[in-house]
């Protein structure tokens, strides 16, 4: 059974910094896209940071240089570090599995959801 654990979300300051983590089971990294998105409030989810095993990657512009993923595969966890936090990154932060193993295929397990809230 495909399942993804989410943590590391929380209240941070403008400027601030904070590590998201995604324990995954049930699948082998290296054989699906893994990413991370996010949903704000009344707008839809946004793709944030995509890798896949082949090297395949996107980046969202709007968080090109800040934030980065990474994945421990010995620990089965992808990670999103994210820096120089800004109020319009508030929304929830979703990892989730791809159907493929290219980053533009379907994602179709979903962790649950983080909350993250930047406060000025």
């Known amino acids: 059974e495909v399942q993804l654990q989410a943590s590391g979300g929380g209240l941070v300051q403008t400027g601030g910094s904070l590590r998201l983590s995604c324990v995954a089971s049930g699948f082998t990294f290296g054989d699906y896209a893994i990413g991370w998105f996010r949903q704000a409030p009344g707008m839809e989810r946004e793709g944030l940071l995509c890798l896949s095993g082949i090297g395949d990657t996107y980046y969202a512009d709007s968080v090109s240089g800040r934030f980065t993923m990474s994945i421990d595969n010995a620990k089965n966890t992808v990670h999103l570090q994210m820096n120089s936090l800004k109020s319009e990154d508030t929304a929830v932060y979703y990892c989730?599995?791809?159907?493929?193993?290219?980053?533009?295929?379907?994602?179709?397990?979903w962790g649950q959801g983080i909350q993250v809230t930047v406060s000025s």
């Open positions: 989730a599995k791809g159907l493929e193993l290219q980053v533009s295929t379907p994602y179709d397990y």
